[in-house]
């Protein structure tokens, strides 16, 4: 056990996290570089290379000889890196002794960064502080302020932090040994109970669940019975390894390593995240703390685009949640959409993400509603319960009280756009609660935030008033009540349920405002005039007016070439089946999405 | 049903800059040309699969088919009703550009059995002949609609166009006053487009010309049919609008399911549930006939599906759907599957719907794709497949 190391990277977006596990795995022949032909063998789905960030976990073994002349194991267990995943990435944590932090010398500290960093620090890791890109002309001249950012930071002195270029292969051999002499052995009891922590799963066709663990105590042994905690499942192991680039059999794991076990599991849903595995007949005491259900945070309805394709949507979520346990979907019916799903996310970038996988993967033509938070609704009657869909709000009259969730922002910018940053947040209804500055022009600005003012377009909107600069990360804190309201949209006189939102009282009659002009931009004229309302119960707080189309006939239809003209008008079909129709009314997709195209300032 | 025989002359003195029907100004091969579509002639009579067919209308299209001459007319109508059965009284068609015709020609087009004319004029407007790029102007336009009245045609049909950019309400009514003075029997008023590979696309696309919206365009539409019918031309189509019982039977054909048979490069035939198109380049289509080849760039057959889309667009464009035979063809009871969607458009003053048939109002044909959408697009949704089982 001694010669183990258990260790992640902590590390934002675009600061070379990827890039450094590649050379990791390079120096310690873990691939050749022959093999490093596709860059960044971390991030396998095409989504996550695209988008330069990290979805699904990956643990890695590596061997090392080090200069002391021993041989050791080094476990990197990948971390996701996004703010909808906090939970997986602190259960990922709890199965290392130690983190790299990554800092661009360049960029300096990131708000996902330190938001990680705090969380591993709670989890007592040990830190080993790297700047990357060092290489760079412009790290000349920034990276002694990067360097004393992360002396505040985690209060080391300046001879712990390394540097490299991973991007070049300059100091890597560095990391490895600073990884085997600073970051200690795991602790653990091999002959007491087994006791080993999930700390993320995937599924494969073949073979059922792949669990991906790390064991505290005792031994992970093949044939052995084994119990997960909190689904109280149990199962018998059947495959035992640890993972090289693929999977590597060892037929048993002991306390201080990092691998996998299959054990005919088929279903995704019964290995949470942060469960604990025991042996079925020597159990140990108690679990591994910190285990939570994770719980979406947002949710949109699916629906296809077609009516006739509900039962292919339902098999490509059905499939597509083999793979992603986060995802919820319950059948709901829409009168404006039909049939389709409400689907629970755990935030916006994992929604965007379920409906690409959707439409890439699974082929399926989706039309999607705006996102919305989960609001707990106290009725007159003291009837208390939680809507995920504005259309099942009650009437007006017996609502007491409405509650929406409300977050705890942490948001990091460089000072000259403290002030643009204050006045997105006030906008979005936020409380200030404290700033700091972390160096003479980088302050940490914590808000608390209504989760339904984020959850739409927020994060660019922080993105571009700040030239890029500052980040975001947040937690939910707790359920608070406001004045909100439901804004109804009206066509020709019928509520279209699915355009319905939920909104702060103060802020509806701009919000009505501008949706309905919205709208009159994205419904095409037709044949008949469509009014547009927008309206609270019963009372009418905007409107406006698509006119009638006039004209639509092509004029030539002679000569007798009919082809021509047929396909002109198979094409002309092809663009109204991307629209819903609703009663008379052709609505294209994105007016359902209209609300996230307003400029909310 | 009696059938049609078109022959496309693909020549013209200059091309209209709007225009993307096929010809080229190269007149010298007109010769060669008709040797080469008596050639096509023979091809096809050689081949048999006509020879069930009757037919009762010929139109000389193209083109300008006034650059003929009466006998290069004759050589090519000759071996047409040698070979093919052509009923007596057969309306038979040539389009004349103004400039191309005199007293001579015109002698020589009737003793060639030509018995309509179709006189491309497109407007009265000097201002608006040079827009167009017209050969001629509005006072030779004049004058050949006299000269043809007085050699004796007595179905004369016009061409003329609208939507012309600026293009105002008096504009068009001049014209149609003007038109008034001629014993017309049938005016075609086409909208003018813009076809991609013009110059006028070009123009467009350069911003050189701002076109009329669509609600001008619409106003100026339905003020020219109302103005027509009430001088007695009543709308049997889109663009077209005849005196009583004078509409043009051959063009009938193409929107009411008809057969007719092409001759000459771009001319398309509809035959046997098959739609095909000869190739729109003279020296291919040279090339191919000496060789003994079809002349075709393009064939299909016609699923049920096509068959059906094309049986709504095409009747509803021209002079309504007739529910009988509709529902005879394609098992399909249009009046009661759809009868919300018919109701509306009823109610919102687009359909007349009586016993037989469903046709559009004038506004309706101001939508006439539109609604064919929404009525195929409804149709579909009733799951096709379904019905073509029973």
Wanted: glycine share 6%.
């Amino acid at each position: 056990m001694n010669n183990i190391r258990n260790f992640c990277i902590i590390a934002h977006i675009d600061h070379g996290k990827s890039t450094l596990a590649d050379r990791l795995l390079e120096k310690t022949g873990r691939v050749s570089s022959r093999e490093m032909t596709t860059n960044q063998i971390l991030d396998n789905n095409p989504l996550e290379q695209e988008r330069g960030i990290t979805i699904k976990l990956h643990a890695i073994q590596m061997e090392y000889k080090a200069k002391d002349g021993k041989d050791y194991i080094l476990n990197l267990i990948d971390t996701p890196g996004h703010v909808d995943f906090s939970y997986e990435v602190s259960r990922s944590l709890a199965a290392c002794e130690g983190a790299l932090l990554i800092v661009d010398a360049t960029q300096g500290v990131e708000a996902q960064t330190i938001s990680n960093l705090y969380m591993a620090i709670d989890s007592d890791l040990e830190i080993i502080p790297v700047m990357n890109k060092i290489d760079l002309p412009s790290a000349a001249t920034t990276m002694d302020t990067v360097k004393q950012q992360i002396i505040d930071l985690i209060g080391c002195s300046e001879t712990d932090i390394l540097s490299c270029s991973a991007k070049q292969g300059i100091g890597i051999e560095e990391i490895l040994e600073e990884i085997v002499h600073r970051i200690p052995p795991p602790k653990g009891d091999p002959n007491a109970p087994l006791r080993a922590l999930i700390y993320d799963s995937v599924f494969d066709t073949y073979r059922g669940v792949i669990v991906n663990t790390r064991v505290f105590d005792g031994v992970l042994k093949e044939k052995d019975k084994i119990y997960f905690y909190a689904t109280q499942q149990s199962y018998e192991v059947e495959e035992v390894g640890t993972m090289h680039m693929k999977r590597f059999r060892t037929g048993e794991l002991s306390a201080g390593n990092v691998g996998y076990l299959i054990a005919s599991i088929r279903n995704l849903q019964d290995t949470k995240v942060g469960d604990t595995i025991t042996n079925f007949n020597h159990p140990c005491d108690k679990p591994i703390e910190g285990f939570r259900i994770v719980k979406p945070m947002v949710f949109s309805g699916i629906y296809p685009s077609d009516a006739a394709d509900f039962e292919d949507l339902r098999e490509s979520l059905a499939k597509l949640v083999l793979n992603d346990s986060a995802i919820t979907y319950e059948p709901e019916s829409s009168s404006a959409l039909g049939f389709g799903f409400r689907c629970g996310f755990l935030g916006l970038l994992h929604l965007e993400i379920v409906q690409e996988r959707l439409e890439r993967e699974f082929d399926q033509n989706i039309v999607s509603t705006v996102p919305n938070v989960r609001y707990k609704v106290i009725k007159t009657n003291s009837e208390e319960f939680f809507i995920d869909n504005p259309a099942q709000l009650p009437d007006r009259g017996n609502i007491a009280e409405i509650q929406e969730p409300f977050i705890r922002a942490q948001i990091i910018t460089p000072d000259e756009y403290l002030g643009n940053v204050m006045k997105l947040c006030i906008d979005r209804r936020g409380i200030l609660k404290n700033t700091t500055y972390l160096s003479a022009e980088r302050v940490d600005v914590e808000f608390e935030l209504p989760l339904s003012e984020v959850v739409f377009d927020f994060f660019d909107k922080l993105k571009s008033i700040s030239r890029g600069y500052a980040s975001l990360d947040y937690e939910f804190i707790e359920y608070r009540t406001e004045d909100l309201v439901k804004l109804d949209i009206l066509l020709n006189g019928e509520t279209v349920d699915a355009l319905s939102t939920i909104v702060h009282n103060k802020k509806s009659a701009d919000w009505g405002r501008k949706l309905c002009s919205k709208l009159k931009e994205l419904i095409p004229r037709q044949m008949f005039e469509v009014a547009i309302q927008a309206a609270i119960g019963s009372k009418v707080i905007s409107r406006t007016n698509v006119q009638a189309l006039r004209k639509n006939v092509i004029a030539k239809c002679y000569g007798g070439d009919i082809t021509r003209k047929r396909k002109l008008l198979e094409k002309q079909k092809e663009g109204k089946k991307r629209m819903k129709q609703i009663g008379k009314i052709e609505i294209p997709q994105e007016a359902f999405l209209a609300v996230l195209s307003i400029d909310n300032n | 049903m009696t059938a049609g025989l078109y022959i496309h002359i693909p020549f013209c003195q200059r091309k209209c800059f709007y225009c993307d029907f096929y010809s080229i100004e190269n007149t010298e091969l007109i010769n060669q040309f008709v040797d080469y579509l008596i050639l096509e002639i023979q091809q096809k009579v050689s081949a048999g699969k006509y020879s069930d067919l009757t037919f009762d209308t010929i139109f000389f299209g193209g083109g300008t088919p006034s650059l003929l001459s009466g006998t290069q007319i004759s050589r090519i109508l000759d071996p047409l009703h040698k070979n093919f059965k052509i009923l007596d009284g057969s309306e038979i068609t040539i389009e004349c550009n103004p400039r191309t015709i005199d007293k001579e020609k015109l002698k020589a087009y009737q003793k060639a059995s030509i018995n309509r004319l179709s006189i491309g004029v497109q407007s009265f407007l000097d201002s608006e002949l040079n827009f167009l790029s017209r050969i001629h102007n509005a006072n030779q336009a004049k004058e050949s609609l006299n000269l043809a009245f007085e050699s004796g045609f007595e179905n004369l049909s016009i061409d003329l166009l609208f939507a012309l950019p600026k293009q105002r309400q008096e504009d068009i009514l001049f014209s149609l006053e003007e038109a008034y003075n001629f014993p017309l029997s049938h005016i075609s008023y086409y909208n003018l487009t813009y076809e991609e590979e013009t110059p006028l696309y070009q123009d467009l696309e350069n911003g050189k010309i701002e076109p009329l919206s669509d609600d001008e365009e619409s106003s100026l539409y339905l003020s020219i049919i109302k103005n027509l019918e009430q001088q007695g031309f009543k709308q049997y189509e889109v663009s077209n609008f005849s005196k009583p019982n004078l509409q043009c039977k051959h063009n009938l054909k193409y929107w009411t399911d008809a057969p007719y048979i092409g001759f000459g490069p771009s001319a398309h035939s509809y035959f046997d549930n098959s739609r095909s198109k000869n190739v729109d380049d003279l020296l291919i289509y040279f090339n191919l006939l000496s060789k003994k080849e079809e002349p075709l760039i393009f064939s299909e057959e016609l699923s049920f599906k096509d068959r059906m889309m094309e049986s709504i667009f095409l009747s509803l464009r021209a002079d309504g759907l007739v529910l009988e035979q509709f529902a005879k063809e394609f098992f399909f009871d249009i009046l009661f599957e759809l009868r919300d969607l018919l109701l509306s458009l009823t109610l919102g003053g687009f359909l007349s719907i009586d016993k037989t048939k469903i046709k559009l109002t004038a506004k309706g044909y101001s939508l006439c794709d539109e609604i064919c959408l929404r009525i195929i697009k409804d149709i579909e949704n009733k799951d096709i497949e379904k019905i073509m089982r029973i």
